[in-house]
Structure formats: C-alpha cells, structure tokens
C-alpha cells in the first residue's frame, strides 16, 4: 500500500470544493492507493472569510436560493438546507427556530453570512465524514507559512506552529490577499499617529475587516468612507445596526432609528456612484439571459480572425469584445421593452439603443454639477430610479434585463480576457476601466441595502463627502482628514476625524502580506502573472491550475485555486448555483483529477509496496 500526502492550505469554500471533489475521486486512484490529506487551516473547515462569529448584519450579496456547494445535486443548497435546519424569516432578520413563528426562508431571501459559514461547515463534516475508506483527512489549525521544493517533486510545508509536513501534491487555496502598506497607507497612519495629541478621534483603517477594528470609531466623529461597492456597504452597516440602530419598514418606507452611538458617515469615491440593487430574480434558480451575440463562439471567431490578420489571437476589448456585450445588452434591453418579442435575426442596434446602454455604462456622460448640492441630488434620484427598475425585476426592467446581461455572459468574459487573450493595453483598459463598470452596474447589493442607505440619508446619519473626482488630502491645520471636490461654483470640502478604505485588495503577490507568499516568491515557486507589460495581479498558472515558477515551468504537483489567480483567470470568487455550469466546480475538478492522473502514472512507474495501516481516521489537530 501506498499513502500520498496531499495538502490544502487555506479551508474556505475554494478548499473545501478541493476536498470534495477529492473524496469523490478517490475511486479512481490505483488500487491500494491512499490519501492522507492535510488541511492547513486556523478556522473551521469550511468557512473561509464567512466565518459563523460575524455579526448578522453582514449579508451576502448573492439570494440563497442560487448559492450551493453541490452544484450537480448531490447535497442541498443553502436555501435548502436553511430551510431544514430551522431557520425563519423574522421581519429581515433570520433566526433558527425550528419552525415556529416567522416566514419561511425563500427564494429571493439574502441570508447572513454567519448563516452561510455554518451551511459550509455543515458540507464541511459531511465531506469528511463520507471520504471513503483510502481518503484520511487531518485538520491542523495552523498556518503555512513556507513551502520547500524536493528534488522528487515533493514539498516541505512549515507550518506556523513548527510542524514541517512532508507533502507530495499542494493545492493552494489561500483565498483573499491584503496588501502590505503604500506609501499612501504610512502617510495616513503616520498623520493619525502624529496628531492624535490634537484630535484623539483620528483613526485610519486600510481594510475595514475584521469589522471589529471599526469599534475605535468613537461615537459622534465623523468618518469618510471610501468606496460605495458591498465592502462599504458592510461599512455602513457594522456602524449603524451594528451599534445599536434599527430600520423599520420596507421599500421607500424604510426608516432608520438611531442609537446614538453612531459617527456621521461621509461617502465618497473616484466617480461617487452608487453600486446599483439587485434586480427581483425573475428567471428562476437557473434561469439566466440566453446570449445571442455575445457567445464563447463569437469571441472565438474574433480570436480566429485576429490570428489571421494579426497573427496573434489577443483582442482589443473595447474595438473588437465591447460591440458584442453592448450589442447584447441593447438586445436585452429592446426584448424587455418589447415585453420579449425583440428577434434576434433581426435586431441590429439603433443609435437610441446605445445611448440607453451608454447612460447605463456612464450616467455621468455629458453632465456637469455646479456644487455639491447639485451633485447630492443627482445621486439620491439616481439611488431611487433604480430602486424603482430593481423593483420591477430583471426580465420587465429594461435596465436590469440589460445589465444582467454581464452576469450571464460571465464565460463569454472569460473566453475573452483569461489568460493573456487581450493585449497587455486593453487588458490594463478592461481591469481600470470596464471591471469596476461591471461590479458597480450588475453586482451590486441587494435592493433592502439601498433602501437602508436612503434611509440613513434622510435620518441624517450618512451623507457625501464629496463629487465625481474627491481627493483624500491631510488638513494638519484641523488635524482631520479632508476630502476635496472640485466644482464651478468653488472646492467643496468635507472633514473626517477617521478614514476607512472600504475596497477588497487585488492579489499582487509582491504586495501580499502573507508570510506565505513571500517565501513561495523567494523561493520562486511562483512568480507574478503578467501579459506582456501589464501586471493584472495573481499568481501566473497555467490553464490546468499550476503555479508557473520563476524558471517559466509549472510545478507538475502543485496547483492554485480561486482568489490568489485573479489575473489569469477572471471573476474567480463567485459560488456555485444549483445545477449550473461553475468554474468553480470545474477548477476543482480539473486540478483533482490531475493529481489523480499523476498518482496512477506514478504508481504505473514503481512496483513499491507498503503495507497499509489498518486504523486509518480522520483528526483535527490544535
């Protein structure tokens, strides 16, 4: 017999998708095969970033009901499995009763992000408890933070405690990366520091997260709020509901009762956009837009032709991939108007067509405001026209038919930009300039979210901090943060005695701070993902998932999976949906049964025997 070592470092959803697939694998290892499969991890398996001890308040971004780890059926989804733990819908709060009192958990519900934790850690301990007999599995709550290349192809793993693994096959599934501090980052912490003396309420906080570093927000400061997308979002509400306030009501009723304990919340970004709401779910659990123009075809006919004229196959996105996504778009836009009777043989867009999906895209195109004032109106009636295209759900709504459209077409996306299939140029273009276009019009938070935020607005607990191209500046005078606008009438300036960056960080594996990280690049491992001159982030893999070393080959018994390979893959943090094609599910299948494939050429290659150990169990190790 003979046992190979296997570890997954990092048990989030992405390790845990390696550990299922990996016990439903096992089948095809050769005979007399065993796995000791090691996960490296200091939380509970399963849970990653949505840890079970988060406040309640923190929700998910995507309805319950098209979020499973079972994306073939084999287990419930969360909405199920919500369901048939006993969780009830009180009001919008969710509390497991057992099924007494409250509504049932529905469809369109967005659960907490606690909840979801404990539903991965459900599929967490039924994943180990089903491994078949030659899968062992060993928790250790741990860190890694080395890993030693062997001459066989095999690893050392250090582990933070001092243990050293001897490991044959890696799979990294490390999750999100924080930066370590710019020099943006050092003159804000210094300010903080240095003038602390003069205003004690000064705070900067690079990440908001764990939400728990909010708490030295003192009550009654004021806080600027950089970003308006879901990390804001949580922002927002760990400081209002999270210190004691309510909402009551629904819809444009909502109303917001302050605790008291709030600080005043300033909002401000580089274009100051809200994120727009999730539109009502009018497609069902696998419904989706069914792409007439926008296809993996099409993009591939593009790369075909590109070839021959350019003898390269990248593309330009916004010459030749943007046409079809706006064309598609306006298609959705014109069938929803048309109650669905637009043919797609003969659509061709108009230039009323585009100026619709333009002023979707950009709706400051054209627009110019005077001041603040003029720009704070625009923004609440922006808030709540969409609201009311939200409401109407995403197949009546010509707004959100057309903007679910970048939803689904996520593989068309794909087929266009993963793996250095644009040029380095319009690859930067895409990621600085249409990437945020995409999360600010299509996933964004669900519609009670921006209901709330007007709410706050009217309760005068939130406002701007500014217009369309704020600046973050240091008044050392006031010895307060301010943000500055610049607008005909004059500058327009807010002060804030606290600074949050409300964004998640772009995996760069030269800014990572994981210990981790950095020794993989010393060693060179792996190396940074770049196209030609561009530097989009992530770790540089291969199309099978393996890491790239800085030799330019890729390690044959390693793999890397999820956020730290945003870069060279595209849009990797989304969750599976019940009976759907996932990229998710298939990075995991794909690297498994390359390990597999491994093991059996491996085993092919020796006639070793080892005699196996009967009392073979799965432990969790401190």
Known sequence: MKAFQVAVIGM????????????ELAGQLPPGTDLDV?????????????????????????????????????????TEWAAGSGYREFHT??????????????????????ILGSYLSEVFDRTVRSAPSQVRVIHHRDRALDIEAR?????????????????????????????????????????????????????????????DRLQEIAPGSSVAVQGFGLTAHDVISELTVGRGGQFRGAGSGTEYLPSGREPQIHLFSRQCLPFAARGVNQKGLTGGHRAQFFTKEAV?????????????????????????????????????????????????????????????????????????????EFFLDYVESDLMHAELGNMTSPVKAATDVIRDTRASLREAVEFSRLTPASHATFNTTYVPVMNRVSFGPPRHRNHQLLALFRAGVVDLAGGPGSR????????????????PDGVATCHADALVIARLDACHPERDRSPLTANLLRRGLIRPYTNGTFKPGGLDIDERGRPITAANEPLR??????????????????????????????????????????????????????????????????
């Not at 797609?344 to 054209?366: A, F, K, M, N, Q």
């Not at 973050?472 to 607008?487: G, H, M, N, P, W």
């Not at 094609?581 to 006639?607: E, K, L, N, Y």
């Open 12 to 23: 989030g959803p992405r390790g845990l998708s390696i550990l299922q697939r990996i016990s």
């Open 38 to 78: 090691h996960l490296i991890d200091p939380g509970d398996g399963g849970q990653g970033v949505h840890s079970t001890r988060q406040p309640a308040h923190l929700l998910t971004n995507t309805v319950a009901s098209q979020v499973t780890m079972f994306a073939g059926g084999q287990g419930p989804s969360f």
């Open 93 to 114: 709060e969710f509390h497991r009763t057992g099924g007494d009192g409250g509504e049932p958990v529905g469809e369109h519900a967005y659960l907490p992000r606690q």
């Open 151 to 211: 001459d066989d192809e095999s690893f050392a793993v250090h582990l933070a405690k001092g243990f050293i693994l001897s490991i044959d096959y890696v799979f990294l599934a490390t999750g999100h990366c924080e930066r370590t501090p710019t020099e943006e980052d050092r003159a804000y912490e210094e300010f903080a520091g240095q003038y602390a003396d003069r205003n004690p309420r000064l705070v900067y906080c690079p990440t908001p997260y764990p939400v």
């Open 300 to 376: 591939r006919l593009l790369q075909e032709k590109a070839t021959h004229h350019r003898s390269s196959p990248q593309l330009d996105f916004e010459e030749e991939v943007l046409p079809l996504l706006l064309k598609e778009m306006a298609y959705a836009y014109r069938s929803a108007e048309e109650g669905g009777s637009a043919s797609p043989e003969e659509y061709e867009v108009t230039s009323t067509d585009r100026r619709l999906i333009e002023e979707i895209i950009d709706p400051l195109r054209g627009r110019e405001f005077k001041n603040q004032h003029a720009f704070r």
């Open 472 to 487: 973050v500046s240091l008044d050392r005078d006031a010895a307060r943060f301010a943000i500055r606008t610049e607008y």
């Open 557 to 622: 018994t390693a793999w890397a999976v999820g956020y730290p390979v945003e870069g060279p893959r595209f849009y990797t943090h989304a969750l599976p949906r019940q009976g759907m094609p996932s990229q998710f599910s298939t990075d995991a299948d794909v690297s498994v049964r390359d390990m597999i494939a491994h093991i059996r050429q491996a085993s092919t290659a020796t006639s070793e025997e080892q005699h196996a150990n009967s009392d073979r169990k799965s432990v969790s190790l401190p």
